[in-house]
């Protein structure tokens, strides 16, 4: 178990090594495994990059993100600029059915709304605009519509762990409520826990996934 300070010098490490971040402008602190940044930085994107960086180190509990987007003037950009780069990119998106999502922007703040059927369409819109230029801030507010059945997504889920799965994947249970998926039983490995879970997730119309499974080695 890493104490306070073993966390706060990784977590520094890590924002040192991560190219997109100017690591001297964000301080680290760290009290009971919860992490928290503050500072100031030049886009929403070095922001989202931080982030990520402080949760990837191994055992920290949760990150609190008190950082500041200062745009420098060379960045800042009207609301109607943004959105219209934000409309283009995300038209410009194969992967998104056409005007399937809304766009928003106040203060350089970027809301998405509307409806797809798959979780990583919802993820790819919010990737393409979080790096605009004059970006402050993105919420992704798009919903997963379900295109198919309780039992037909259910059906799917287990298919795919059948497939992909190096041992028994009957050990897994899986239950559908909706567009809500919860994985419960007994996973042999962290990969195999994590193949149940990218299983769930890449299944139509799933809006959330609970992993309630315990590893038995």
């Known amino acids: 178990m890493k104490n306070d300070s073993q966390l706060q010098q990784e977590v520094m490490a890590e924002l040192k090594w991560e190219a997109a971040v100017h690591a001297t402008h964000i301080g680290v602190e760290v009290k009971d495994g919860i992490v928290t940044l503050a500072g100031d930085v030049g886009s929403f994107a070095e922001k989202w990059d931080a982030e990520q960086a402080a949760q990837r180190v191994h055992g920290v509990r949760a990150v609190a993100v008190e950082m500041t987007v200062r745009l420098p003037e060379s960045g800042q950009r009207t609301d109607a600029d943004i959105a219209q780069s934000a409309r283009n990119i995300l038209d410009w ?3 998104l059915p056409a005007d399937a999502v809304k766009i928003r922007v106040e203060s350089g703040w970027i809301t998405l709304s509307g409806d797809v059927e798959w979780q990583y369409q919802r993820e790819a819109a919010a990737d393409r605009v979080r790096h605009l230029l004059g ?3 993105v919420s992704n507010q798009i919903a997963i519509h379900p295109a198919l059945s309780p039992g037909v997504i259910k059906a799917d889920i287990e298919a795919a762990m059948k497939r992909r799965a190096t041992s ?3 050990t897994i249970g899986v239950e559908v409520k909706g567009a809500d998926v919860t994985l419960t039983g007994a996973a042999h490995s962290t990969a ?3 193949l149940a879970t990218r299983a769930a997730w890449g299944s139509a119309g799933v809006r959330n996934v609970l992993d309630l499974m315990h590893l038995v080695y």
Request: glycine share 8%; proline share 0%.
């Open 192 to 194: 195999e826990r994590d």
């Open 93 to 95: 998106t194969s992967s």
């Open 168 to 170: 028994d994947a009957r």
């Open 135 to 137: 970006v402050t801030g």
